[in-house]
């Protein structure tokens, strides 16, 4: 396609159930992140990957969220024993080049409500 | 440590008047500055970024941005705002030694025709 796509774009989830959220970045794109975005607030950072490398994922708020992006195009986040902090919409962004001077591309984000 | 700050929760203007959008910033190095929009149920959005050169930049749909390095400011502008530009607008500012993204709270913009 021809921007970012994540699934699902709506999860509910009951406390401590897993959840994998899938991000399907624009073809060719070497830089993926993902945000964590609460309700009335700005994108906190999660993690960054360059190709299949996860060069920082000092913004995942706890061990209990873990991504991959093993080839280098999708990617999922992870998160195991879900609470109800982790409710937010959870973005993915991809960018054609590194470096800081890029701007990124956002997928619609998925929505997730833990019950 | 890096911030955004967006002084405005909200920012209403009238249809054909010329809008604001305030966004200030710190950051260690070299700013890079970027503006995107939120419509309901839709992704974000880039309109325009600040590297460097000229401190007036343009963007997508008639938006240019104002870079001040003095006052550490990238206010986002318009000359005669649509109501169709009603959204959420956030700033954001990466160093040049990362490339974390920095956001801003958001400004609803609310154009009334």
């Known amino acids: 396609g021809a921007g970012v796509s994540q699934s699902p774009r709506y999860k509910v989830a009951k406390r401590g159930q897993d959840v994998a959220l899938r991000c399907d970045p624009i073809s060719g794109h070497v830089s993926l992140f993902w945000y964590q975005q609460a309700l009335g607030q700005g994108p906190e950072f999660l993690t960054y990957f360059q190709n299949e490398a996860q060069l920082d994922k000092s913004g995942l708020p706890s061990d209990r969220f873990f991504a991959e992006r093993p080839e280098g195009s999708v990617s999922t986040l992870k998160i195991q024993r879900t609470q109800q902090e982790d409710s937010a919409v959870y973005l993915c962004?991809?960018?054609?080049?590194?470096?800081?001077?890029?701007?990124?591309?956002f997928g619609q984000g998925t929505r997730l409500t833990v019950v | 440590a890096q911030s955004v700050a967006q002084p405005e929760d909200q920012v209403n203007v009238a249809e054909g008047n010329p809008l604001t959008v305030k966004c200030t910033y710190s950051?260690?190095?070299?700013?890079?500055l970027f503006w995107y929009v939120q419509y309901p149920n839709r992704g974000l959005q880039f309109l325009l970024k600040y590297i460097t050169g000229d401190n007036l930049v343009k963007g997508s749909y008639g938006f240019e941005a104002e870079f001040n390095k003095s006052q550490t400011s990238f206010h986002l502008k318009k000359p005669s705002a649509l109501v169709s530009d009603s959204a959420l607008y956030f700033c954001a500012v990466r160093g040049d030694s990362n490339y974390q993204l920095i956001w801003g709270a958001g400004t609803k913009l609310i154009i009334k025709p």
């Open positions: 950051v260690s190095g070299n700013p890079y």
């Open positions: 962004a991809s960018s054609s080049l590194q470096g800081p001077a890029n701007e990124a591309f």
